[in-house]
Structures are given as structure tokens and as C-alpha cells.
């Protein structure tokens, strides 16, 4: 007989499903993160805006954090990494000789070429070092708070972070084709970035430009496996990594919301945004043709763009899915297993 939710170990909550580098208004979505749950701990995917609190409010200890995985450095994905570092210093004090890793992309080492929009060349942020991976990254984060940690440090006899937590950028494997600029989307097969006593986490490039390099993930466990998409336009990759799997959670745009809020606006800012939107986001049609092609059982939609459309309209978009289709609140949880013909996978909300 079929193991119910309640006996399956490891489960999957979306702690945040909205995406975008803005706070969002009439809206109880947080920014985008995910955790992967576990027998004995959680890792966690991406660290948007109000992650911290997300986790307290999913009943996750953060003692119990096992790793960090960061799909790209945008600041929707990031923006609260020093956060979750910094406030789990004593929690995790214990991993001292063992920290915590943090894994994401390195340093793209190139910057990507101006819009053609552009009427004069833009000056870049931070010219002596302005594409910093993930471990430069982290580690200027925690330079930041040089006197708080010094602080606790010295006068509390605290652990710094970089006891804690161990930044490490991801490598692509030699022979890809990979170029930030000129081929930032290889066509590859999925590689293992990470592996403990509870899962088997793989990688493969997505299509997100400008960003190179953007990832995503693949967690194998024992009761099956999740695929998170990070941010995407379609891309075979994801269909590769998402076969076999028992749970996509994909990324959506509604474009034509974008489109209405570009409509009356020829600046040049203006057309550039929109056309980023559309090489690198996906529709609810983009996201139905990778689960269609990779046979997953279950799809679910969050990084939802924009964070404050009503959840019947993404559920109507994506009516015509052969599986099951969710659109997560925040904090809901979910089955990642391959699950047998004639059930249905379930979802139900965490503890608040």
C-alpha cells in the first residue's frame, strides 16, 4: 500500500513565492525560498526577502540548517543571506569544524554587453570588481558587519561566520562550452554539486540572461526527488534534470501584466526591462512544457511575477496540465514523490 504524506521523511515548503527585487503590495508572499526538509535538518534554496522569518513560521529550527543553495545572485534570490547567516550564529555555533556550506555561482568574470537600447555605454557598479561570486559575496557580506561581529566576537565569545558557514562557488564542469557571454546555456547533462547521508543535490545550467552563470537544483532523497527551477526562460536542461523527478517547482511570469506595465512607456529603461522579461522568464506555458516533457507527476508555480495576482488566475493558466498543478501559498507543503498511477499528491499548509 502507497505510504500516506504524513510517513513520507523528507517534504518540501515553500517558504516564500513571490519573486522580483521589489516589495510587493496587497500581497502575503514573501520573497523566494524554498526548503527541502529532512529526517534531521533542511536545506535551504535561495534567501529572499523574509526568509528568516519564514522559517520560524514553518517550524523549522534554524540549528537544523544543513546547507545553503543560491540559483543565481540576483537580489531577490540573496538579499537576505546575511541575515540568516548572522542571526544563526548561536544556533549554529555547534558547527564549528563543520560549517554550514553555501553553495552558488562563482565569479562570472566578464561583464555582460550593454542593451542595444542603450544611447550611451552605462557605467558598471564597482568596475574593480564588479562580478563577485558567491564566495567573495559572502565574504564582504560578513565584512560589512565587521563591528557586530566584532563585538560578539570579543566580548561574548561568539563564533564568526566564517566559522559557521563555508562559501564555495559551484564549478562547471570542464568541457561544457559554458561562456558567460557567448554560450551561457549549453546544452549538458546534469552534474552533482553536493551529496551527505540524505541527499544528492545536481546542477545544470538554465537560461536567465544577462546573469550567467543561473542554476538549478536537484534533490534526490530517499522518498524521491525536487526540482527547482530557479529563474528561467525554457530551456531543454530543465526538462533533462526534471525526468524522473516527482516534484517541479517552477518559476512564472504573467506577461501580459508586464506588458500593460510597459505599454505607454518608449524610454529606453523602459523597453530594455521588458525585453529582459520575456529572454528570461517563463510563462505558465513555458512551465507546463518542461513537467509535460519530463513526465513529472506534480507542478507547482512560485517565484510569481507579480507577486499580487490572485492564485485562481495562475491556477487557470495552468488548467490543462496532465498531473497535478499547484499554485503554493507561502509556507504550504508538498510531496516530492514519483507518485503511483491513480493517486494524487498532497498539499497541505505548515504551522504557523
Known sequence: MPTTMESAQTRVITLGTAGGPRFWRNT??????????????????DCGQGVGRQLIRAGLDPARLKGIFLTHLHSDHTVDLNGVALFSLTALQYRRGSP?????????????????????TPVPFNPAHPTPGTEVMFRKLMEAHATDINDRVMDALRPSPTEIFRAQDIEIPD???????????????????????????????VRHPPIAPAFAFRFDTSDGAVVISGDTAFTDNLVRLSTGAGLLLHEALDFEFMERQYQDRPDPTSVASLEHHHKSHSSVADALRVAEQARVPRLALHHLVPGTVAREHWLNAGARFSGEFMVPE??????????????????????H
Open 100 to 120: 554550514v556550506p553555501i553553495l552558488g555561482p562563482g565569479d562570472r568574470g566578464v561583464l555582460p554587453p550593454p542593451s542595444t537600447r542603450a544611447r550611451t
Open 330 to 351: 507561502d509556507l504550504d507543503v508538498l510531496d516530492c514523490r514519483t507518485t503511483p498511477a491513480g493517486q494524487t499528491g498532497q498539499s497541505r499548509s505548515a504551522p
Open 28 to 45: 502575503d508572499r514573501s520573497g523566494i525560498a524554498t526548503a527541502v526538509v529532512v529526517p534531521d535538518g533542511f536545506y535551504l534554496v
Open 175 to 205: 568541457g561544457s562550452g559554458y561562456h558567460p557571454n557567448e554560450n551561457p546555456t549549453p546544452d549538458m547533462e546534469p552534474w552533482v554539486i553536493f551529496r551527505d547521508e540524505e541527499v544528492v543535490v545536481s546542477a545544470t545550467l
